[in-house]
């Protein structure tokens, strides 16, 4: 039996560092898999909580609040906790959403 596909508002965790994301935009079509540092993202509710920080205290490659999108633009993940690992969708590794310009005020 496969895992079902991901949805809007499905929170994912990493098993690799403490990342977990929201899903907050997904294609009609399914979404493939989104991983973390290498590893498979699993839903936040079957962890028994986030593993511990890497030892070295390396810099955080997620950062919380920050949006990730895939390559196409179709995939948007929230960053709700911060992690080592670089999100990924189908082996792509995922980009930082830029922010959308205000308008000018003249």
């Given at each position: 039996?496969?895992?079902?596909?991901?949805?809007?508002g499905?929170?994912?965790?990493?098993?690799?560092?403490g990342?977990?994301?929201?899903?907050?935009?997904?294609p009609?079509?399914?979404?493939?898999?989104?991983?973390?540092?290498?590893?498979?993202?699993?839903?936040a509710?079957?962890?028994g909580?986030?593993p511990?920080?890497?030892?070295?205290?390396?810099?955080?490659?997620?950062?919380?609040?920050?949006?990730?999108?895939?390559?196409?633009?179709?995939?948007?993940?929230?960053?709700?906790?911060s992690?080592?690992?670089?999100?990924?969708?189908?082996?792509?590794?995922?980009t930082?959403?830029?922010a959308?310009?205000?308008?000018?005020s003249?």
């Amino acid at each position: 039996m496969t895992a079902p596909a991901p949805r809007i508002g499905d929170q994912l965790a990493s098993t690799a560092c403490g990342t977990r994301v929201i899903i907050v935009r997904a294609p009609a079509g399914g979404v493939p898999e989104i991983s973390c540092g290498g590893s498979p993202m699993v839903p936040a509710s079957s962890t028994g909580g986030a593993p511990p920080p890497p030892p070295g205290g390396g810099e955080a490659a997620t950062l919380i609040g920050k949006r990730y999108v895939d390559a196409t633009g179709t995939l948007e993940l929230l960053c709700t906790s911060s992690g080592a690992g670089e999100l990924s969708c189908g082996g792509v590794p995922m980009t930082l959403k830029a922010a959308k310009p205000l308008p000018a005020s003249d």
